[in-house]
């Protein structure tokens, strides 16, 4: 009790700091009336002990009552009147069901926010006011959609351990949300649709007669996000990766990289990013380097010239921010690659899409609008709610950090292996605390946990699931897992680096693809990640479509850096980027994924697919070189 009163309740310390500061001036006050004070200033001082003494009290009581919490018996009756033998059954069988003097036995959609309010009756009116002096529920609710709201009902007692857990069905807890949200705080039902802008593509021409050079390109990832919120804290930088490779076509064809040069450039309507997020501002505090406005972190700026390797070009991490000049929402800006000779003669010419998405569900629970076009970005007020929610449990002081002129970088305390940041060796890494953390909020909700945060809703302006796998039904969770599973396997690997912040968010969840947290398979963050062939066995066609707890051995292993068979091409380069896979459609416009796919051989499929080798051999193929069960007819038409 003791722990939870001075540790585990911040709203206490007020009560505590009153009744730690009154005790010595009511013990003064007492010795003077002891001596003798005139008249005149004893009734005065007898009205001042009389308040202060009331506060007294009320601090006192305040303790009290919060020592008892969530229980009014402990170990025996929730603050709610719920018994807790009784959560169990409850939660199993529905709230409503079980309760005797309510309406709505059963939910509709017609009746969602009335049953929503006999649910707040039964099981936040005892404690939560509604505009009332005492706890506030529109005061304390008013940052969060009700989305938000069902998922801080999903784990309350796990981040607030004086409040009971929620007693209802999954289905009850959504009703509940959407009435404190929508009738109380009169916001807007979150499930609105927003549709992605339209992109218009032109697809580069070529001639399977003429040309001689196939240019192949792609993405490093099919989707990037980063965070536009430098001004108080920063997770996610602008910067995406192209890679290109340039083929000679013939009966054996040639990869390309010498005496040849591979220009790139953006299109013009992103051409200026500064203009649109405040990162070039904001980068000497928080990263202590002196970046050049609208220069990547690589030094790489939006047009140059690609960097050779041994079989193909890279341009390292290019400033692209999902804005357009005009200020408006685009997470899939177009780049175009120019193929030169040493004479500055054209050989080959294509264009590719380079998504980067600032969508993110940080506003969810965190309040606030979206920054940009009320469809994505970070506004200041989500960004502050984010850094006072972290002091608040964190007993940090980050709030007044950014406010002092000096903006958060998220990785000076958490490690991230993919921006090769060391953090702090005493703290959980950036993708282990965020998920280990918020999974106590998703858990049981498949794959709309992941698009709570990440930018691939279905409703959503920027949808960045858009490969092979998304058109067959498939999900976030088929590849990756539920958020608490992929939670569990990033927290066993820093419980393993004796972090004890990881033994006390996995001892929270309860693993949901296997029986017990001892069979999930540790993993690093961004190198032990899921892999095509552990569905896909030997090249052939899947026997399940579930790949959770397998991962990669290191980063030469990622689909992004490995090759084929002869160690020339890269996987990508034929098949696309990761969750972009070919056949991919994008949702602004369906041919902006398959790009090179159309300009080459006139279908969205792989390259090369059905048997078409001869658009780099020129002449058909009877042997499978780059890997095997290529030779068959592409069968997910």
Same mark, same amino acid.
């Given at each position: ?13 007020? !009560? ?18 002891? &001596? ?18 009331? +506060? ?14 969530? *229980? ?15 959560? =169990?059954?409850? $939660?199993?069988?529905?709230? @409503?069901?079980? =309760? ?48 938000? @709201? ?28 959407? *009435?404190?949200? %929508? ?13 992605? +802008? ?14 001689? *050079?196939?240019?192949?390109?792609? &993405? ?10 430098? /001004? ?28 040849? %040069? ?26 202590? @380097? ?8 690589? /030094? ?10 041994? &079989? ?21 800006? %177009?780049? &175009?690659?120019?193929? $030169?000779?040493?004479? #500055?003669?054209? @050989? ?48 940090? #002081? ?33 993708? +282990? ?22 930018? =691939? ?45 990881? =033994? ?34 030997? !090249? ?13 051995? #290191? ?14 091409? !890269?996987?990508?380069?034929?098949? /696309?980027?990761?969750?972009?896979? *070919? ?50 007819? !592409?069968?997910?038409?």
């Amino acid at each position: 009790m003791e722990t939870l009163i001075f540790n585990g309740m911040p709203e206490m310390q007020r !009560f505590i700091s009153g009744f730690i500061l009154l005790s010595p001036i009511l013990i003064i006050g007492g010795l003077l009336f002891i &001596s003798k004070i005139p008249g005149r200033a004893s009734r005065p001082i007898a009205v001042i002990m009389l308040v202060l003494g009331l +506060a007294y009290m009320g601090c006192f009581e305040f303790i009290r009552e919060g020592g008892r919490r969530p *229980y009014i018996l402990r170990n025996h009756m929730y603050s709610n009147s719920l018994l807790q033998k009784d959560l =169990a059954r409850v $939660r199993r069988n529905g709230l @409503l069901k079980e =309760a005797k003097w309510v309406q709505n036995k059963h939910i509709t959609p017609a009746n969602t926010l009335e049953a929503g309010r006999e649910i707040y009756n039964i099981l936040c009116l005892p404690c939560h006011s509604i505009n009332g002096p005492l706890n506030n529920i529109t005061r304390l609710s008013s940052i969060f959609s009700d989305k938000g @709201l069902d998922a801080l009902l999903s784990g309350v007692e796990k981040t607030h351990p004086y409040m009971p857990p929620f007693a209802g069905t999954g289905e009850e807890r959504k009703a509940l949300a959407q *009435y404190i949200s %929508t009738t109380l705080n009169s916001k807007q039902n979150s499930d609105t649709t927003t549709e992605p +802008a339209p992109v218009s593509v032109a697809v580069p021409a070529f001639d399977r007669e003429k040309d001689t *050079y196939v240019l192949l390109a792609w &993405s490093d990832m099919g989707m990037r996000s980063m965070t536009d919120s430098s /001004g108080d804290w920063l997770m996610l930088p602008p910067g995406q990766t192209l890679r290109a490779t340039l083929i000679l076509r013939g009966e054996t064809p040639e990869i390309i990289t010498d005496d040849v %040069t591979l220009e790139y450039e953006t299109a013009r309507d992103f051409s200026r990013p500064a203009e649109q997020v405040d990162f070039w501002k904001n980068a000497s505090s928080l990263l202590g @380097l002196k970046i050049p406005v609208n220069t990547g972190l690589s /030094g790489s700026k939006l047009s140059g010239v690609m960097q050779p390797g041994e &079989s193909s070009f890279t341009a390292q991490l290019l400033p692209l921010v999902p804005y357009t000049s005009a200020g408006k929402y685009q997470p899939y800006p %177009t780049v &175009s690659i120019t193929a $030169r000779d040493t004479r #500055g003669y054209e @050989l080959a010419r294509t264009v590719v899409v380079a998504p980067i998405a600032t969508e993110l569900g940080c506003r969810n629970c965190h309040g606030g609008p979206w920054r940009v076009q009320s469809r994505a970005g970070i506004s200041g007020l989500t960004a502050q709610n984010v850094l006072a929610a972290h002091d608040k449990l964190s007993g940090t #002081g980050l709030v007044a950090q950014a406010a002092g002129g000096k903006p958060v970088l998220c990785q000076s305390c958490h490690s991230d292996s993919n921006g090769n940041h060391p953090g702090n060796d005493s703290q959980l890494n950036m993708s +282990a605390a965020i998920h280990g953390f918020h999974a106590n909020f998703l858990k049981g909700k498949g794959a709309s946990a992941c698009t709570s945060c990440h930018p =691939a809703s279905e409703n959503g302006a920027t949808r960045a699931y858009r490969g092979m796998h998304h058109t067959l039904e498939m999900d976030c969770t088929n590849c990756h897992g539920s958020l608490t599973d992929h939670a569990l396997s990033l927290l066993k690997n820093e419980q393993r680096a004796g972090k004890k912040r990881a =033994a006390v968010l996995a001892g929270r969840l309860q693993p949901e693809a296997v029986a017990t947290v001892a069979e999930i398979t540790p993993r690093k963050p961004w190198i032990n990640e899921p892999d095509c062939l552990f569905c896909h066995v030997d !090249f052939q066609a899947p026997e399940e479509d579930t790949t959770f707890n397998r991962w990669t051995d #290191g980063e030469a292993a990622l689909f992004r850096n490995r090759t084929d068979e002869s160690g020339q091409l !890269f996987c990508s380069g034929c098949h /696309g980027s990761a969750h972009a896979i *070919y056949p991919a459609m994008n949702p602004a416009n369906e041919k902006l994924d398959v790009i090179q796919p159309l300009q080459y051989q006139d279908n969205a499929l792989p390259l090369g697919s059905n048997a078409n080798c001869a658009l780099c051999h020129t002449i058909p193929m009877q042997e499978e070189m780059h890997h095997p069960n290529m030779l068959r007819e !592409f069968r997910n038409l």
